[in-house]
């Protein structure tokens, strides 16, 4: 008789109609949270993963292409980045990219929920490696409230949240980037995480919207992230004035996705993007 | 009691460890044919979709941005692209597109498998829609025979390739790239699908090298393909003379993902990327 094994899947629903399974070796953590569903499985594709609330939000294997972009592209066209705030990012990935950059003064984690910090200094030590860095400041609170008390402070904010539903849904309307604007000092800069245009067209055309409302200069970049719904992500930039297309340096220490040319590269939309873009509202 | 509908999917298997599963409407085909086995099965999330032993080949709502790069890297940075063949590709995704050229004399569509040719032109009437234009010469047989008997002829190979299994093996190997270069003219070039540099790095890896046992000139480009493994995709070039990543001419009809932006911006790789092409063999 042949040797048989379980055959144990976790499937994340990206959609509705479309999911995607990956093959476990383990469930490593699987827990409710005061704010949202916990699971830490370990799979033979991507190695370990992190859900929240059933959705993917790192992998050990393709991390590092939504983290770099996340934190190079703005660290590489501001002036002169010293003071940032990450919103969301409780796993640490974006951190450990922003202090890769000598002009940093001080980042501030602001993640609703602590336990995903946790989880990830236990379970990532790869991707939380720089939480622990004297320049990083961790604060486990709600940054809608936090930003609201900040003005003229940071040079960068890059907002890593989940997706927009439940308490992540107002990070992407016009009054958290109106508090984000007034928490920016001259020649700030923010970047967020927004989305398939293949699978959430809508998203990505709001969060623009949105955005356009408050920043004189409103810019998408995209690039690869396969764990991601479709693969195909977009980052939505708000500027109060350098050009975030235009890298002015390289990272000083080595990258995986990121380059100087892949900055401008990313840049570069696919036309079915920029028609996205340019539609009329109530069109 | 409450309404219930059944609950109908298909699952691609991408790799042994990782599956996408795409939510149906409908089962419009489902045969084996000679080669292999044929469904075509209409979803929610992509519209109509046919997959060939498994694997998706094209969906109605992506198959343009595969389709695309495909034909226009090569059409638009050849010099005089006059005669073109396409190997596999009997859905004439890539033949439509490559019809878009006005310098295009003749293109010859040589497929194994002639029922995909025949589900093409019955569910997916936007992709076969050029199967039938004058320029386009389908030859229903195995293209390594085919190739083998041109000398000198032509200006394009496009090669629209299933993975490199079974009777597709022989479409990633040196014998066959060496064929293709007997049959480019001066200043000739081919073009193939490559494979996820995440999901089969290995094939990533060993087509470029196979095509630079042959081609004196060989280049990597990639794209978004959201239901191709892990979204992101490779084209591997290779050249007599031309430069594949300089486009000299824009396509003359109205593209959805290919710009001449995005051809240039589709050369640069991300540095994993080329650290993977870099690498010493038996490293």
Same mark, same amino acid.
């Given at each position: 008789?042949?040797?048989?094994?379980?055959?144990?899947?976790?499937?994340?629903?990206?959609?509705?109609?479309?999911?995607?399974?990956? *093959? =476990?070796?383990?469930?490593? /953590?699987?827990?409710?949270?005061?704010?949202?569903?916990?699971?830490?499985?370990?799979?033979?594709?991507?190695?370990?993963?992190?859900? =929240?609330?059933?959705?993917?939000?790192?992998?050990?294997k393709d991390e590092?292409?939504?983290?770099?972009?996340?934190?190079?592209? =703005?660290? /590489?066209?501001? &002036?002169?980045?010293?003071?940032?705030?990450?919103?969301?990012?409780?796993?640490?990935?974006?951190?450990?990219?922003?202090?890769?950059?000598?002009?940093?003064?001080?980042?501030?984690?602001?993640d609703i929920d602590?336990?995903?910090?946790?989880?990830? *200094?236990?379970?990532? &030590?790869?991707?939380?490696?720089?939480?622990?860095?004297?320049?990083?400041?961790?604060? &486990?609170?709600?940054?809608?409230?936090?930003?609201?008390?900040?003005?003229?402070?940071?040079?960068?904010?890059?907002?890593?949240?989940?997706?927009?539903?439940?308490?992540?849904?107002?990070?992407?309307?016009?009054?958290?980037?109106?508090?984000?604007?007034?928490?920016?000092?001259?020649?700030g800069m923010m970047?967020?995480?927004?989305?398939?245009?293949?699978?959430?067209?809508?998203?990505?055309?709001?969060?623009?919207?949105?955005?356009?409302?408050?920043?004189?200069?409103?810019?998408? /970049?995209?690039?690869?992230?396969?764990?991601? &719904?479709?693969?195909?992500?977009?980052?939505?930039?708000?500027?109060?004035?350098?050009?975030?297309?235009?890298?002015?340096?390289?990272?000083?220490?080595?990258?995986?996705?990121?380059?100087?040319?892949?900055?401008?590269?990313?840049?570069?939309?696919?036309?079915?993007?920029?028609?996205?873009?340019?539609?009329?509202?109530?069109?």
């Open positions: 008789m042949e040797k048989r094994t379980a055959d144990l899947w976790v499937t994340e629903y990206q959609t509705g109609n479309m999911r995607l399974g990956l *093959r =476990l070796k383990e469930i490593l /953590c699987n827990k409710q949270t005061p704010y949202q569903h916990l699971l830490v499985v370990d799979t033979f594709e991507y190695g370990k993963v992190m859900l =929240l609330d059933g959705a993917i939000q790192i992998t050990e590092f292409t939504y983290h770099e972009m996340m934190a190079h592209v =703005l660290m /590489c066209s501001h &002036p002169n980045p010293q003071r940032v705030l990450v919103v969301g990012g409780g796993d640490g990935g974006t951190v450990r990219e922003v202090v890769k950059h000598p002009s940093l003064e001080k980042v501030f984690l602001v602590e336990e995903v910090i946790n989880a990830s *200094r236990k379970y990532f &030590p790869s991707v939380s490696s720089e939480l622990d860095n004297e320049k990083v400041e961790i604060k &486990p609170m709600d940054a809608i409230k936090f930003i609201k008390k900040m003005r003229d402070y940071f040079d960068v904010v890059i907002v890593d949240s989940t997706d927009p539903v439940d308490f992540a849904a107002g990070l992407f309307k016009s009054d958290f980037y109106m508090d984000v604007f007034n928490a920016l000092r001259d020649n970047i967020a995480q927004t989305e398939s245009p293949f699978a959430e067209a809508d998203i990505v055309k709001g969060a623009y919207d949105e955005m356009s409302k408050v920043f004189p200069i409103v810019k998408l /970049c995209w690039g690869a992230m396969p764990t991601y &719904p479709t693969g195909m992500w977009t980052y939505t930039v708000g500027s109060k004035g350098p050009d975030p297309s235009k890298p002015l340096r390289d990272v000083p220490v080595e990258t995986r996705y990121y380059s100087r040319s892949i900055h401008e590269a990313s840049f570069v939309l696919p036309r079915f993007v920029r028609e996205l873009l340019s539609e009329e509202e109530g069109k």
